[in-house]
């Protein structure tokens, strides 16, 4: 064979591959091996980078935090004390001006379309990662390839999709790149704390994106996390999927992963004669759920006030009332500007739910004061449901009985 037959079928063959890449894939082919490229990589920040190394929720065995690690570094750049230490202080100043990538403090516009460069301003300060990223790992792989040469492993993941589809590969890579950056520092921490619902009050804007938590690992369960920060398990409702805690369940299974902690469930055993230290403990562990629970009945209690009013031609009740039904058993803070004014009007207009609605800040007391005794919170208590009990509304001595039959 002459040496220009040779150079041909090489030049040829060079054609081809920058073309096609080795694989020489078809198009859905590409478009499978992306979504579960990503998908790896939304595993990896969920499992490893938030609820194991952030929040302590769970312990991952060598293989997996190791993989993980080396995957992130690969796919995203990401050095695990920067993230971690944004993160933890993301909760600790949440939706103020100190919060790094709040839509409250910053809007929602400069968190979505600027997510990325906030979270980058905010790693870069030596003052975050010296208060916030502790207890991270520090051995030689850190010191020496994730933190100092963390761009390395993007250029790697570039090369090797290059090599495998072609000039296509370089779209693959891209859709990588901006997968977190779109869906964490985006979707996250701008819709997560601007649109959706919430199961709990959590002290600030959190919210469930989705009650299905599939495309991005079970954080869409985003005021779930808040509520409950240090638990291994996003979801706490049956309608709920989480599917980052299925991964977790499989580690755990395999002997690869041990969870410390998840939601608390309440339990309800025979109601006592007079709540006690024991009903006090069982009910500051559930707090978040009893709250939400009292939520429900101030909803019920406003939905049959409703159509109470209307059946007796009170129009003009029933219209205020309904101008701020959805909002009565928000906490003041959560309500848009101008509406807790109209509240206040309707629950002057209404005694039973004025009442229903007080009676809830009074229980808030019992694991907010920290100034009194045990002792006296359990007398508190004790008054608390012997009121609502004598009160004649439905909703309060129902909750109260409920409140005695709790325990931990």
């Known amino acids: 064979m002459s040496d220009s037959l040779i150079s041909g079928s090489l030049h040829d063959g060079l054609v081809q591959w920058a073309i096609h890449g080795l694989l020489d894939a078809s198009w859905w082919q590409i478009v499978l091996f992306t979504l579960v490229v990503t998908h790896i990589t939304i595993a990896s920040v969920t499992i490893f980078l938030h609820r194991a190394q952030a929040h302590r929720s769970l312990d991952l065995h060598a293989i997996p935090s190791h993989f993980f690690r080396f995957w992130l570094w690969l796919t995203t750049s990401t050095v695990t004390k920067q993230w971690v230490a944004v993160h933890r202080k993301h909760h600790a100043k949440c939706e103020t001006a100190e919060d790094p990538h709040s839509p409250v403090a910053h809007g929602i516009k400069k968190v979505l379309l600027e997510g990325r460069e906030l979270y980058r301003d905010e790693a870069m300060k030596a003052e975050t990662l010296k208060k916030y990223g502790h207890n991270t790992p520090d ?36 859709v990588q790149m901006a997968w977190i950056p779109i869906t964490a520092a985006g979707i996250i921490n701008g819709l997560g704390h601007w649109w959706g619902y919430r199961n709990f009050e959590a002290p600030d804007a959190s919210t469930n994106i989705s009650p299905w938590g599939l495309i991005i690992g079970g954080e869409e369960l985003h005021n779930n996390h808040h509520t409950y920060p240090t638990s291994a398990k996003l979801s706490v409702k049956p309608y709920e999927f989480d599917i980052g805690w299925g991964y977790i369940r499989g580690l755990e299974m395999l002997g690869l992963a041990k969870v410390r902690k998840t939601p608390p469930r309440l339990q309800l055993g025979d109601i006592k004669p007079v709540a006690d230290a024991k009903t006090l403990e069982a009910i500051v562990a559930n707090r978040y759920e009893l709250m939400a629970g009292y939520a429900r009945e101030v909803r019920l209690a406003c939905r049959a006030e409703l159509t109470r009013l209307k059946a007796a031609g009170e129009e003009s009740a029933a219209i205020q ?30 005694p039973s739910l004025d009442k229903l609605i007080a009676m ?18 359990v007398a508190d208590l004790q008054n608390w449901c012997h009121r609502a009990e004598e009160s004649g509304i439905q909703a309060l001595q129902d909750f109260s009985r409920k409140l005695r039959a709790a325990h931990a």
């Open 139 to 174: 051995d030689w792989l850190e010191r020496n390839l994730y933190t100092p040469r963390n761009n390395w492993g993007p250029i790697a993941m570039l090369l090797i999709d290059v090599a495998l589809f072609g000039a296509i590969g370089i779209t693959v890579w891209a």
């Open 321 to 350: 009332l309904q101008r701020v039904r959805h909002w009565m058993h928000r906490d003041e803070n959560q309500m848009p500007e101008g509406m807790s004014a109209q509240v206040a009007e309707a629950r002057a207009a209404n």
């Open 360 to 377: 809830r800040e009074e229980l808030r007391a019992l694991w907010t004061r920290t100034n009194v005794s045990a002792e006296q919170l």
